[in-house]
């Protein structure tokens, strides 16, 4: 009996081991089979830390692709920026209100009515009435061939000489390179006083202070009182370095006979209500112009911003350009990217053999492949928005005065595209891995 429970004891304990090794050996097995990302990132970083040159070379391949693709956007944003800060300073929160042309128009074949154009107390009925929170100004062109002389010295026959009033270099952003805009003394008594263009100051003076010289243009002599600062020719052929501002009042002396044609410039103090004020502008315009209710307006009001707009749709075709090139960059620099990793697939095939041995599946070898894949381009990728990023800035900076752009759309969008290259590129060699024989595997090489 005694030997009987001797044997039922050295049972129970012997089962008691073999379940503890059986159950050691399956939490064992199951910890294999469990193996989480965290695992394969390591893995990956490992097999990347173990190749430094060639994944350097690899993530190099992948950052000239994102480089080129954020570098070109980034250049295009920050010239974009530079362009709406130069017509912001130019007026671009204004709106015009101007005579119709004289021309004969064609709509769909039918021949527009011709409107007579607006009369100088119709302008100033306008300013004097227009109650929006904004800074109106009235102007007319007197001569756009006129030839400006000092002395024995004259600029060519391609001068503009307007007529303005005080408010006209606030609304038009001019800034004065050298003394002082109209007084109002001068504005209402139609003095012979004139602010003219930094071409023509150049042309007529040199290095010579031009401030109360006279000068001759259109018949009569007019002291100068101011000078513009440089404007680069911004304005097209008459733009303001070739122009010459006279007082309205004095500007109506010189017409003569000759009927001019007044506009109007308003600028927003809140560029977000141009609509509205443009509305309320109209309203008034019809009722000083008479207008029947019904007929369309006897002149046309145009926003300043129109040309920006057509500037950012330009704009807009550049970024699509850009896009593609960097795709088509990106596209090689993802075939690379797959070559580099079937590459590594055949070099670590008897690793691959002895990870399927101890238990690791399909599944767990195509993610470390793939998460190496990423890994690769995403440093690639980060480092391609650095260098996207100083690249594109400098080609901004030489072609314009824009400041520094960090562009968070487009850095975003190049670690996208990378981690999308990255699994692009690095599934077809993880699959390859997972599909191989573990047997064939062990006796590679």
Known sequence: MKDKV????????????????????FYL????????????IREGLKSINANKLRTVLTAMI??????????????????????????????????????????????????????????????????????????????TSISGIAEIKYRSRVTNPNSNVKGVDRNYLVVEGYDLENGRNFSPVEEQGGANVAIIGYEIYETLFGRESPINKDITLIGGKFRIVGV???????????????????PLETARKYSGFRELRYEMTVLMKDPTQIDMAIGEATGLMRSIRQDRLGDPESFEITKSQSLAERLEEVTGYLRIGGFSIGFITLLGASIGLMNIMLVSVTERTREIGIRKALGATPKKIRQQF????????????????????GIGNLISKLLSSGGFIIPWLWILLGLVVGLIVGVASGYIPAYKASRLDPIDSLRYE
């Open 62 to 139: 992948i950052a000239i692709g994102i480089t080129s693709l954020v570098g070109i956007l980034t250049a295009i944003d920050g010239i974009q920026a530079s362009v709406d800060d130069s017509f912001s300073s130019l007026g671009a929160n204004t709106f015009d209100i101007r005579s119709i042309s004289s021309r004969n128009r064609r709509n769909q074949g039918v021949v527009e009515k011709n409107y007579p154009p607006i009369k100088y107390k119709e302008a100033q009925h306008f300013q004097a009435n227009y109650r929006f929170p904004s800074t109106p100004s009235t102007s």
């Open 228 to 246: 513009l600062t440089k404007q680069g020719g911004v304005g097209g052929a008459h733009g303001a370095d070739r122009i010459v501002m006279i």
């Open 29 to 40: 097995y199951l910890r294999l089979l469990s193996m989480n990302y965290t695992e394969n």
């Open 6 to 25: 001797i044997i039922f004891e050295l049972g129970s304990e012997s089962y008691r081991r073999s379940y503890l090794i059986i159950n050691e050996t």
């Open 370 to 389: 793939l998460i190496e894949a990423i890994v690769i381009t995403q440093l690639g990728g980060l480092g391609g928005v650095i260098m996207g990023i």
